[in-house]
């Protein structure tokens, strides 16, 4: 955990959202949002444990930096790149509980890749979700790329890129940084640093004492933020987001945040992480802290947070059964896309 | 003779190899307090400390660049890239580099690193269940070592960390758990040789890694037909030992190669060529290959198993060339 790791235990003062130009129906969807990520998170690690998901790695932890984010992007509008780590994310963004489910599942109806790709690697054409590959850091030129496309296009469209902090040791994302940099272009480099790149905690990951330093060597603005609190996180993307608009070019930010479960199904994080450090995080549980600051904003009451967690579960139970449902991709179609002609 | 693990044999070569030798050290993603992504370094961060097990930043091209520099400095490195998936991030490295250190600075510096790597499938999608051990083996100034067992395992891995030249050593990730003996008496198995891993007269199974297992499975299923297998392990993709091969060719005459990637331009494409060039007269059937189909990895389980080969197809091929026997 880095020393200066941002440790609020409220969001406050009340109210505080509308200063961000958040409405009050607004932050109250944010807070259905994150619930709803998290009851799917909580179902795909025990359809894991039964074995029907091969693969999982999930949001849990990341809820507010993602959920803050996507509130401050045009979906459909502007370009989004995830990463591996983005459900609440692509969630918030417009893929259904449903096509999320279907990409766990790898069945017909997972909308990124119809079972081809591993899970988590999101995509959606309709919403300009372009998928990454598996090796970490190589969406970042590709962002930077599309970023390109958007200014000599004379299109007023953002390109918004995330990825871990373990991410920012590749050759290619500082590539294409320093390339986004030079040509001051319209792009939000946003990281989720949750303090390990699987086992390896920050201070053997990155040589400096912040991701967003590094935003200086590459001629834009770097900015630090509670990835815990979605009120700061929409905030600085949403002026990332005017900046780039506004010809202002690029931003690095660093979003402070922690994941609460393994890095994924094929991971023990008991052999790296003091169980300690875990409790102290989850204390800061973004769903908790962000419940108590809509009841502190007179916005929440338990009745409707009652009625929320039911209705997450009842989608995600829907998704659920809809998704085991759907049939596998058919041997027929083994070569489809293999080629375009 | 006490049985071990594939990972457990690596493990101890390693061990072995940085006990006998101070200047063997080990760098990679997660091999510290994690053990490594496939557990193989496991314990050797407590036995030797962080000056010689170093986790390194997400940055393959800087640890085979490192790998590469530590080597000509005066170390012998093992460095771990966590699967051949991302070697391609180190591809300049490995091959415009360290490939040929020796090479283009006349025999002045050399780096007798060895890059450790894993590969494999199991619903990993199209990204991370790659081979590409040819890649590697085209490239002349590189030895490629892809064993099958835990005993080559730890004989080939100690004879990469000894050998003058660099050794991309690949482990296929099926077979980290199987179990083999392994003698407790120091042994080395060396670079370049391939094993006959089962005589027999009437068809030769050209095989490495994973498949010498599936050809075994098959084989056993054949003797029952009354077909005679004699299996071929290469062990060692380049130098590649084609004598083992056209001498058993030449008792058979007959072939089937398996591996279990592509098979276009691939090993099966190399072997049959050679054989071809030096045992033609001795075949009495077509040489046939049996290999991946030609679609990137899908990540479903359904079209997963459809794509990698299995015994079925080995079987089916040895059935077509003995069919032909006269
Ligand atoms: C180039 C490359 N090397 C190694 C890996 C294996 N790997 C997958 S995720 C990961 C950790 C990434 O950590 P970080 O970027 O901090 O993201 P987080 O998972 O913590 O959100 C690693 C090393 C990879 N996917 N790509
Ligand atoms: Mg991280």
């Known amino acids: 955990m880095l020393k200066d790791q941002i440790l609020t235990e409220t969001y406050t003062p009340p109210g505080r959202h509308r200063e961000a130009g958040l409405t009050d129906e607004q932050v109250v969807d944010m807070y259905r949002k994150m619930v709803l990520a998290r009851a799917i998170d909580e179902r795909v690690w025990t359809l894991g444990r039964l074995g029907k998901v091969h693969f999982v790695l999930t949001s849990a932890g990341h809820e507010a930096a993602q959920v803050g984010a996507a509130f401050a992007l045009r979906p459909g509008y502007d370009w989004i790149l995830p990463y591996y780590r983005d459900m609440a994310l692509v969630l918030t963004l417009g893929l259904s509980p449903y096509e999320i489910m279907a990409n766990f599942l790898g069945r017909r109806d997972d909308p990124c890749s119809r079972g081809r790709q591993m899970p988590v690697h999101w995509s959606a054409r309709r919403l300009n979700i372009v998928s990454g590959s598996s090796p970490v850091g190589t969406q970042v030129p590709h962002a930077a790329g599309i970023a390109l496309a958007c200014k000599l296009r004379r299109e007023d469209r953002v390109t918004f890129v995330s990825f871990g902090e373990g991410a920012t040791s590749t050759g290619d994302w500082h590539e294409g940084l320093n390339f986004a940099g030079i040509h001051q272009l319209p792009v939000i480099f946003f990281c989720e640093n949750n303090g390990y790149a699987i086992s390896v905690p920050f201070r053997k990951q990155v040589a400096c004492d912040s991701v967003a330093d590094r935003a200086a060597a590459y001629r834009m603005v770097g900015v630090v933020v509670d990835g815990m609190d979605p009120i700061a996180t929409y905030a600085a993307v949403k002026a990332a987001a005017e900046r780039a608009r506004g010809g202002g070019g690029p931003t690095l930010i660093e979003a402070r945040c922690y994941r609460f479960t393994p890095h994924s199904s094929a991971d023990d994080d008991r052999t790296y992480r003091p169980r300690e450090e875990v409790e102290a995080w989850r204390r800061r549980d973004p769903i908790v802290l962000f419940k108590n600051y809509l009841m502190a904003s007179g916005l929440l009451n338990e009745d409707l947070d009652r009625e929320i967690q039911a209705w997450a579960r009842a989608e995600v139970d829907e998704a659920t059964d809809r998704a085991e449902a759907c049939p596998y991709p058919d041997i027929s179609e083994l070569y489809t896309h293999v080629y375009g002609s | ?326």
């Open chain 2, 1 to 326: 003779m006490p049985e071990l693990t594939f990972r457990e044999a690596l493990r101890q070569a390693l061990r072995e190899e940085m006990l006998r030798d101070e200047r063997v050290f080990l760098m990679g993603e997660d091999i510290g307090a994690y053990g490594g992504s496939y557990a193989v370094t496991r314990g050797l961060l407590e036995e030797f400390g962080e000056k010689r097990v170093k986790d390194t930043p997400i940055a393959e091209a800087a640890i085979v660049g490192l790998a590469t520099g530590a080597a000509m400095g005066g170390l012998k490195p093992v460095a771990e890239l966590m699967t051949i998936n991302f070697s391609l991030l180190a591809a300049d490295q490995i091959i415009n580099h360290l490939a040929k250190i020796y090479y283009m600075f006349g025999g002045q510096f050399t780096a007798p690193a060895v890059i450790r790597t894993a590969a494999g499938w199991g619903q990993l999608g199209a990204t991370h269940s790659q081979f590409l051990e040819v890649i590697y083996s085209h490239v002349p100034g590189l030895k490629v070592v892809m064993p099958s067992t835990p005993y080559d395992a730890k004989g080939l891995l100690k004879a990469a960390i000894r050998d003058p030249d660099p050794v991309l050593f690949i482990e296929h990730t099926l077979l980290y758990g199987i179990r083999g003996e392994v003698p407790d008496e120091e042994y080395l198995v060396p670079i370049g040789l391939a094993d006959v891993k089962r005589p027999g007269r009437d068809v030769t199974i050209v095989a490495y890694a994973r498949m010498v297992h599936v050809a075994m499975n098959a084989a056993r299923e054949l003797e029952a037909e009354g077909v005679d297998c004699e299996i071929v392990d290469l062990r060692t993709l380049r130098p590649l030992d084609i004598e083992t091969v056209v001498e058993s060719v030449k008792k058979t005459n007959h072939v089937v190669i398996v591996e279990e990637d592509w098979k276009s331009f691939g090993v099966g494409a190399e072997v049959a060529a050679r054989i071809a060039e030096q045992a033609f007269d001795y075949l009495d059937a077509p040489v046939v290959r049996v290999g991946m189909l030609e679609v990137p990895m899908p990540y479903n389980r359904n079209l997963e198993r459809h794509v990698v080969p299995d015994e079925a197809d080995v079987l089916a091929a040895v059935r077509s060339v003995v069919g032909s026997r006269v």
